[in-house]
């Protein structure tokens, strides 16, 4: 009966570990929810690995820990999987954007209502990251030691964002380091890649709309995160001082 309970378990993991997110009506999640002993089990695989399995409303999903996972890999390996990345300082820019988005987002329930029913433009979007970037370059003119905190070149992002225009001529949009716009599509792109948003043209306007599955992310994982919440707290400053 124990090896039965193991082999149902692992063959679980596996098939988390091949889709990442899961339906939780799939037949064979049957034995995850109505069995402790397999759901026990599936958890302390994820656990030697350094991963993390949240059970979501509709979804379950299988995340690597930051912290301590064998899942977390170079840079290196990261551009096997999205070979338009150039370099590091291109990718830290756009995982800036991406949290300077999920900041956003990030709220009560009345917030994630309303951004799930109406989404944020692209040039909504673009004016909170734009007020986040030339607050922080207010706060550096003043005080040259609020960059050591980042561990990371955050002047050389200010200045490479407000040194490029809006879009390109017409309606196009497509990811690239050109323009403000190209440069949100391809941070958004890591996300939409992951099935946890998706952005929809509406007449001239592109939205985008979060996945439950991406608020769920937010709740579940990333407020156990100190860099995550320590960035949405400077995130959240800057947007307020700027209106």
Known sequence: MASE??????????RLMRLKIVDRNESMLRA??????????????ARSFGAIILD???????????????FATSFTHLKEKYSDIEN?????????????YLSEIDGELSVRSRYEIRGITFHQLEEVITNVYQYWKDKLA???????????NVREQIDFWLSK?????????SPSMRNKFGIMRKALNLFEHENLLNIILEGDENTVYAY???????????????????LRDSISEAKKMRR
């Open 5 to 14: 309970k193991i082999k149902q378990s692992t063959d679980i993991f596996a």
């Open 32 to 45: 995850y929810f109505e069995d402790t002993q397999v759901y026990d089990y599936v958890h302390q695989i």
């Open 142 to 152: 003043k005080d040259e030691e609020f960059e050591k905190k980042w561990s990371m």
């Open 88 to 100: 590091k300082k291109e990718f830290y820019l756009l995982c800036n954007i991406l949290m300077i």
């Open 212 to 230: 439950p599955e991406l608020y769920e992310r937010i709740e579940g994982v990333f407020h156990n995160y100190e860099r995550y919440t320590m």
């Open 56 to 70: 979501g409303h509709e979804k379950i999903q299988l995340l690597a820990d930051g912290r301590e996972s064998v």
């Open 165 to 173: 225009d809006l879009k390109d001529n017409g309606n196009k949009l």
